[in-house]
T-cell receptor, first 113, second 112 residues
């Protein structure tokens, strides 16, 4: 079946630093990937739609200069959290559409100290 | 934009009982409705989905029904087992392949 991977699985960083999260589709090409954020005991909130070869589309309230998204190839999208602060600590999950359904990556747990 | 409401937020059942989770959506243009199961700290896993040209879909103990007129859809789990305990999310999108908007989730607890 389709596989979506994410790296790293968890990261701890100091406040003010930047963190890059990678999302890969391993056995299919994904022209579109999605980034979600999930706080503890809450639902998945769509942050942005990542489009291969073009700019990402951000949801209302998501700062595009803080959450940089790059989708340079059909199998890789990256999310960079710039100048991270403790309130950015969350579970970040990407997903990709296979043509049949939407698969999620295993998520990246970010802790900003 | 689309808004998805999900009820109940928590559901406790005895093993062998049925469980029903209900969702409503606001955008009549939505036509793809998946259900995901998420265990603690893990990724959401698709358990069943339905498209707007179908009123009901079944897969063993799991079924989903869709009422487009009323803009609501429901997940039915029969003969529940302890391993069904998890958080279940409904979602909606305008078409398969576009971004999903999720409900707030239902924590299902099945006691033996």
């Amino acid at each position: 079946g389709a596989v979506v991977s994410q790296h790293p699985s968890r990261v701890i960083c100091k406040s003010g630093t930047s963190v890059k999260i990678e999302c890969r589709s391993l056995d299919f090409q994904a022209t579109t990937m999605f980034w979600y954020r999930q706080f503890p005991k809450q639902s998945l909130m769509l942050m942005a739609t990542s489009n291969e070869g073009s700019k990402a589309t951000y949801e209302q309230g998501v700062e595009k200069d803080k959450f940089l998204i790059n989708h340079a190839s059909l199998t890789l999208s990256t999310l960079t959290v710039t100048s991270a602060h403790p309130e950015d600590s969350s579970f970040y999950i990407c997903s990709a559409w296979t043509g049949e359904t939407q698969y999620f990556g295993p998520g990246t747990r970010l802790l900003v100290l | 934009g689309e808004n998805v409401e999900q009820h109940p937020s928590t559901l406790s059942v005895q093993e062998g009982d049925s469980a029903v989770i209900k969702c409503t959506y606001s955008d009549s243009a939505s036509n793809y409705f998946p259900w995901y199961k998420q265990e603690l700290g893990k990724r959401p896993q698709l358990i069943i989905d339905i498209r707007s040209n179908v009123g009901e879909k079944k897969d063993q103990r799991i079924a989903v029904t869709l009422n487009k007129t009323a803009k609501h859809f429901s997940l039915h789990i029969t003969e529940t087992q302890p391993e069904d305990s998890a958080v279940y999310f409904c979602a909606a999108s305008i078409q398969a392949g576009t971004a999903l908007i999720f409900g707030k989730g239902t924590t299902l607890s099945v006691s033996s």
